[in-house]
């Protein structure tokens, strides 16, 4: 079901694992909207606060800094990547909002970028579908489908930094279009953390709008991603600032930028908006292309139905 030369940006760290992830999800949600049906997953085996202890205790600076992509693992790795170093980008201020995403899977410990959200329980982070649920597919050495777990949250993570802290989260949630389906255009998840030293996340590191519905013409938009294969280490942020269009009849938005594994799920920020530490966010990224000049990243702007998924995290 992946097309061709369309991968995912999800990054692999060390094949160290300590946690289950797999399992079935224990909340099935549906809601209508237009006539249509949104079904609205969660994660198994909600996160306790004993447990948190030892996802927080388990994520050391080793492990964090030993991200590889996960593209590798799976067999997605063309030989089109392994071009020249992506020329030196001046350094802008990162936004605190934004950070690099830490889990495990059955082959091992991940990473993939999340951002910080607007919510009612201020809580919550966005990120990919394929960053906490393989998708029915599967494939690889996650040779079957399965949910992940152990999410960690490091927003503005620089060279094993952790300004703001790891925030452990509680569960996950992500469409069923996604989960059972593989639909690229339900490719978003959210994720609900735990208070850190009695305060919520957004409290303490800001929190970015969402904007569903747009349309893939864009300009002045600005991406943000821990991208974590060659030639990225996955340990600084890295930025890409443009225009984005329509890739073809598809659903997808495509901006050029050379990000690649360990970058999915970061913001698309749209320049009204953008401040230091938030801005307002229409798109997460999806996938990249790996044969085409110049590398585009690719993502599906963040349907109606996330409204759906929101009010039932939120409620």
């Known amino acids: 079901m992946r097309r061709p030369g369309v991968v995912l940006v999800t990054g692999l760290l060390a094949l160290a694992g300590t946690f289950a992830a797999t399992g079935a999800a224990d909340v099935a949600h549906a809601a209508t909207r237009h006539g249509h049906r949104t079904s609205i997953?969660?994660?198994p085996a909600p996160v306790t606060a004993d447990r948190a202890r030892a996802v927080r205790d388990y994520w050391?600076?080793?492990?964090?800094?030993?991200a590889t992509p996960v593209d590798a693992l799976l067999g997605l790795t063309s030989t089109h990547d392994r071009g020249r170093a992506p020329a030196r980008q001046r350094r802008v201020h990162v936004p605190s909002s934004v950070g690099r995403l830490f889990f495990t899977t059955s082959a091992g410990d991940a990473s993939c970028t999340a951002s910080a959200i607007r919510t009612r329980k201020r809580n919550?982070?966005?990120?990919?579908?394929h960053c906490v649920n393989t998708g029915p597919d599967g494939g690889g050495l996650l040779g079957q489908p399965e949910w992940f777990s152990n999410w960690v949250f490091v927003p503005r993570y620089h060279d094993g930094q952790r300004?703001?802290?790891?925030?452990?989260?509680?569960?996950?949630?992500?469409f069923g279009g996604w989960v059972n389906h593989g639909r690229y255009s339900r490719d978003q998840a959210v994720i609900k953390f735990q208070r850190r030293h009695g305060r919520k996340l957004t409290r303490v590191v800001g929190a970015n709008l969402v904007r569903t519905g747009l349309h893939q013409r864009q300009r002045?938009?600005?991406?943000w991603g821990w991208p974590a294969e060659f030639q990225y280490d996955g340990e600084r942020a890295v930025h890409c600032d443009g225009r984005t269009t329509r890739r073809g009849l598809s659903k997808d938005a495509k901006m050029r930028c050379p990000m690649n594994g360990g970058a999915?799920?970061?913001?698309?920020l749209l320049r009204k908006d953008r401040h230091a530490d938030w801005g307002l966010i229409f798109a997460v990224t999806s996938r990249r292309t790996v044969h085409?000049?110049?590398k585009l990243l690719l993502a599906v702007p963040l349907p109606d139905a996330l409204k759906d998924l929101l009010r039932h995290v939120n409620r």
Request: no cysteine.
């Open 41 to 43: 997953l969660r994660s």
């Open 60 to 66: 050391t600076p080793a492990r964090m800094a030993a």
């Open 124 to 129: 919550q982070v966005i990120t990919a579908g």
């Open 163 to 174: 300004p703001f802290g790891k925030w452990v989260a509680t569960d996950a949630f992500a």
């Open 220 to 223: 002045g938009v600005r991406i």
């Open 264 to 268: 999915s799920g970061g913001p698309w």
């Open 292 to 294: 085409h000049r110049p």
